[in-house]
């Protein structure tokens, strides 16, 4: 939905600090934090019709984006 907010600091806000911590500490959790980043970004812009693409191109883009946040979300779980 337009005006959602997909960041982690939204999506997870018990991990705010853990997040931060991680991104520093952790090439790897940098990595897909930064890929989730980006692809919510890409996804916003396209729904606020900033980029046009395909619906089903976006579907995937979204897709990915939840792949990240549960491999994202399953280290913050393990590094709790």
Do not use: T, W
Not at 17 to 23: M, N, Q, R, V
């Amino acid at each position: 939905m337009l005006g959602e907010k997909h960041d982690l600091a939204h999506e997870l806000p018990e991990f705010r600090d853990l997040i931060h911590e991680l991104k520093v500490s952790s090439r790897h959790f940098a990595k897909l934090f930064d890929e989730y980043d980006d692809l919510d970004h890409q996804i916003r812009r396209c729904e606020a019709e900033i980029e046009v693409h395909a619906d089903d191109f976006v579907e995937e883009l979204k897709k990915k984006r939840l792949a990240l946040k549960d491999e994202l979300f399953h280290i913050l779980k393990e590094n709790a």
